[in-house]
């Protein structure tokens, strides 16, 4: 899975092989020889980095969906709500972090509160951060509202969905 941080740090070693290989082959006067084997050095530094950066972005999401099932197993007698949840159109906050509102709507007789799992997705529709939020003590007929922010900066074109919805 490519994720927000392996992208950058894609882009970041490919701007630097390409600025390394710009010159050709050979250096200028008194510059460094690009030998094809500096040139291979390069490519495999970057390999590890963007394979380093991917590993670590993987373990994030793993962890944060782990989270997120620790607190969906602590709801007894939870119903699926994912109906009556709406996500607002993602936002970026002054931290550079995407949020969305979240609202859930009380179809229930009796106040009633809300466990949401917000996904955060790229164009690819894969996986890039998550949010677990609770709108509690929303009233029969009534809707709550919450905002789901991302735990890190996500670039490019962002989508939301709700992952989980349980209303308890």
Do not use: W, Y
């Amino acid at each position: 899975m490519r994720t927000a941080t392996g992208n950058v740090a894609a882009s970041a070693v490919l701007a630097t092989i390409v600025a390394f290989g710009a010159g050709g082959c050979g250096g200028g006067e008194g510059a460094p020889s690009k030998t094809p084997s500096a040139v291979a050095s390069v490519a495999e530094s970057a390999k590890s980095v963007i394979s380093s950066a991917a590993s670590r972005a993987s373990e994030a999401i793993a962890s944060a969906t782990a989270s997120a099932q620790q607190k969906f197993n602590e709801i007894k007698q939870g119903v699926n709500a994912k109906n009556e949840v709406k996500l607002g159109a993602p936002t970026t906050d002054s931290e550079g972090r995407t949020t969305t509102q979240v609202s859930a709507k009380n179809t229930a007789d009796s106040t009633k509160s809300f466990l949401v799992q917000v996904n955060f997705l790229n164009p690819a529709h894969e996986l890039q951060d998550l949010s677990v939020v609770t709108i509690e003590n929303v009233a029969a007929g009534k809707t709550g509202t919450a905002t789901a922010r991302s735990t890190h900066k996500l670039s490019g074109t962002i989508t939301v969905e709700v992952g989980r919805a349980l209303r308890h």
